[in-house]
């Protein structure tokens, strides 16, 4: 495992990721000189893709914390952000071992046709739902039951991706693609649910705020690069409200305005150059579909939810509820962490919402912040045990003493759910083994139905329909 772990930690995700690509895609019976370019483009991506977002949360980063210092409210919990709490999970056994073990699972459910989601491409999210077993390992003392866990949430995070597939695929214009990163599609089942009670109430007839709409109605004022840079530049001046007097402050503002604009406009083209990368192993696996040599019905390759990030509509309800998510965190009864390292992470954690709502600003914008709202009064309850579970594994130091979580993972009710389940015995265990296997097989039953309640049209998920030559 420690070897693992140098290997990671000295090449990084834009080496292994192309890495692994390639390996697959021999392993597919690609040509190798088609899997090798299939391979640098996914490196020429998402070294792209980590250009802009750092560009993207470097300011998105400082006008969240003059957010949070303009509120002056000192919360006992810290967030260490997403990049931490990844660390935290692979100083833990739990984390390195199921790196590696995950790979095997994915591989022999992927191929008895449990799930139709072929994961091997995404491994670095495993993070997502290692959170809540690194957590029951500290609870529990065992090895073994975090294992189960991990196994657990895995078998959850994949259900998911399984349902919300075509929809993603179709919304996002990425043909046969999904995403297991939990913190991206977790609020996909409640976002179904909310998009019901919306049409049933009408308001999400009478409030369309999708970006063809807006373009529709308000012209170039609608367009995507505009649309960055108008709610860069509002949420800028709702930072730094207090210094508006200032010539430097309208620079920040003026500066943070372009960057968001800039984002909206370049993301398609960068996005482009990573989906090239899985082309030669898509190609390849439709063929072996219709040829008969592969016997299932479809499946879909799942990829960095980087990917999704920057498509017009997710990009700009995220911004919006960012600042919707810090007054929130600051009112909300019980509420134990003011959101900072990850709020940047917003758009991230709608993406899968967003794809169910067709782009629907107003409706992504209600239910995502329903949804983490429920996310933040449970990852209150954790703090503590969080906090305790990375002393144990040697990387608490930096906290000072302080209660810690990383608030984008810490807010995932299903990852809490399952770690309740794993920490409390045999009973609860059993309860949600039941559970899911209910709503999975439900979901296998009415399959096309589930996933048309997720946002995919019929139409697409019959041309994704499997006809053999």
Known sequence: MEIVKLILDTFGSTIIVPVIVFIL?????????????GALYMGVGLTAFNIILGALMGSLGAIVSQMVATTSINLP??????????????????????????????????????????QPTDIWNYYQFLFWAAIVQYVTGSFVLAVAAATYLNLVVLLIADLIGPSLSEHYGYEGVTSTCFAATNGAPFAILMKWILKKTGLLDKVVLDPVTLRDKVGFWGE?????????????????????????????????????????????????LFVKGLIPISQTMNKRLRSGEMKRDGFHISIDPAVFF?????????????????LISIIQPGNRMLPLADLCAMPFMIIAITAVFKGNIFGIVVTGAIWYTLGQALNSTILEVFTQAAAAAGVAEASGGSLISAWSLGVIPYGWLGYKAFANGAVTIAIAVIVYLA???????????????????????????????
Not at 310 to 326: K, R, S
């Open 25 to 37: 895609s021999v392993g597919m019976k690609v040509k190798p000189k088609t899997a090798f370019q």
């Open 77 to 118: 919990g810290i967030d260490v952000g997403w990049a931490a709490g990844a660390v935290i999970v692979y100083a833990n056994t739990i984390g390195m071992f199921y790196l590696v073990f995950g790979i095997f699972v994915n591989l022999f459910l992927f191929a008895v046709k449990w799930t139709d989601t072929f």
């Open 224 to 272: 995507p690069m505009m649309m960055g840079a108008i709610i860069g530049t509002i949420l800028a001046i709702i930072a730094n409200w207090n210094n508006l007097a200032a010539m430097a402050t309208w620079k920040i503002i003026i500066a943070t305005g372009i960057t968001t604009g800039a984002i909206m406009a370049l993301y398609p083209a960068v996005s482009g």
């Open 310 to 326: 920057g498509e017009e509509a997710n990009l700009a309800a995220g911004l919006v509820l960012i600042p919707i998510m810090l």
């Open 439 to 469: 709503i999975y097989f439900l979901f296998r039953k009415n399959k096309t139905a589930w996933q048309i309640a997720a946002g995919a049209t019929p139409e697409y998920i019959e041309s994704r329909t499997v006809r053999k030559a």
